[in-house]
């Protein structure tokens, strides 16, 4: 479904049976707060489009109205269907905003409300990119190495040299995937402003994810590193 | 979460760990990766050309302890098998064994790509050799 269906769907008053689209929070007849509907994303709460590249400080200022305008304390002496409409509403906008704030989670996050979760499939060798699982096994074997070394009675320094070594083309390589993943956000909003087709859009969303799995090993690897640096 | 006690006993002791020459061409070498936790695991098999079974298996992988003990297992289950018998080994057969539960079954579904990477690879190499 695309991201102009949905804030399309209609949701309805519990109140007064009144109509409004997805993205809004209290009636347009009788401005009750609305019940929190079963669709929706965390992107349409804020009323944003479902893009990757967000302004924080806009988010920000989304995030702290919406919180005034939830604040339970408003209905402390409305009716219950009401006061848990506010919490509700409350709850789902700090996840939503923990989720969005942070650019990994709110790329995961797309990814799921697309379709195409990023977690749970395993893949060998050949699906990521020549030489990453390489890479990983053998700095994986080096660090086995080192930890011998200072069984062995290596010198602190001797250590280092070696973390320090192994460290530098894993840290090439996040970089590389860092500037990767801008590149794919640029592309992914571009083709949201250009409403270009559904398999155009989701060859994006899988070099996303890709490239999103393809992070995660780096990423336990810098921090198995930096954990031995911390014990050298 | 406890380990059981075949979990425990493979991860103390583990089998076959270790490699085999990767360009050998009666050996067969599947690497692969969970990304969820960012393990990698490197199996290894080599088929005896005359008879088609495979004679010695090696692993070495850097994971949790359920992957360590699945890719053991599986190592020991390899030899003495066919190829078509080694793609029999489910990874519901590795986590029936190791009584893993129910979070740490991708570990075991590891295995089962490690294998059939490793067996795929072997294939590759005899039909390059041609
Ligand atoms: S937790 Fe990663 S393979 Fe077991």
């Known amino acids: 479904m695309s991201s102009e269906a949905r804030t399309l769907t209609l949701q309805s008053c519990r109140h007064c049976g009144a109509g409004a689209p997805a993205q809004v929070h209290f009636c347009p007849q009788c401005d009750r707060i609305l019940t929190l509907a079963r669709h929706g994303d965390y992107f349409s709460f804020f009323g944003l489009p479902r893009k990757l590249t967000i302004d924080l400080a806009d988010l920000e200022q989304r995030f702290r109205a919406l919180s005034r305008q939830f604040h339970p304390d408003y209905f402390y002496n409305a009716s219950t269907p009401e006061r848990l409409a506010s919490l509700e509403r409350s709850s789902y906008l700090n996840d939503a905003f923990r989720v969005l704030k942070q650019p990994l989670d709110r790329a995961e996050y797309l990814l799921k409300v697309e379709g195409l979760p990023s977690v749970g499939r395993h893949q060998d060798a050949k699906e990521l990119p020549a030489g990453v699982l390489e890479e990983v096994f053998a700095l994986n074997e080096e660090l086995d190495d080192i930890r011998a070394a200072r069984e062995a009675g290596a010198t602190p320094d001797q250590l280092m040299a070696r973390l320090d070594a192994a460290r530098r083309p894993v840290e090439e390589r996040a970089a590389r995937q860092e500037a990767q993943l801008e590149a794919l956000f640029s592309r992914w909003d571009r083709q949201v402003d250009e409403k270009s087709s559904p398999d155009v859009r989701r060859a994006t969303l899988e070099s996303l994810r890709d490239l999103i799995q393809e992070r995660s090993y780096i990423a336990n690897l810098i921090a198995a590193v930096n954990r031995e640096r911390g014990e050298s | 979460m ?15 760990v270790g490699s085999l020459p990767k360009g050998d061409t009666a050996v067969g070498t599947g690497l692969v990766g969970a990304p969820e936790c960012g393990d990698v695991m490197k199996l290894q098999v080599r088929v005896n050309p005359e008879t088609g079974v495979i004679d010695d298996a ?73």
């Open chain 2, 2 to 16: 406890s380990y059981s006690e075949k979990v425990i006993d493979h991860y103390n002791n583990p089998r076959n």
């Open chain 2, 58 to 130: 090696k692993f070495k992988t850097f994971g949790c302890g359920s992957a360590i003990a699945s890719s053991s297992l599986a190592t020991e289950w390899l030899k003495g098998k066919t190829l078509e018998q080694a793609l029999e080994i489910k990874n519901v057969d590795i986590v029936q064994e190791l009584s893993l539960p129910p979070v740490k079954i991708h570990c075991s579904v590891l295995a089962e790509d490690a294998i059939k990477a490793a067996i795929a690879d072997y294939k590759r190499k005899q039909q390059d050799g041609q």
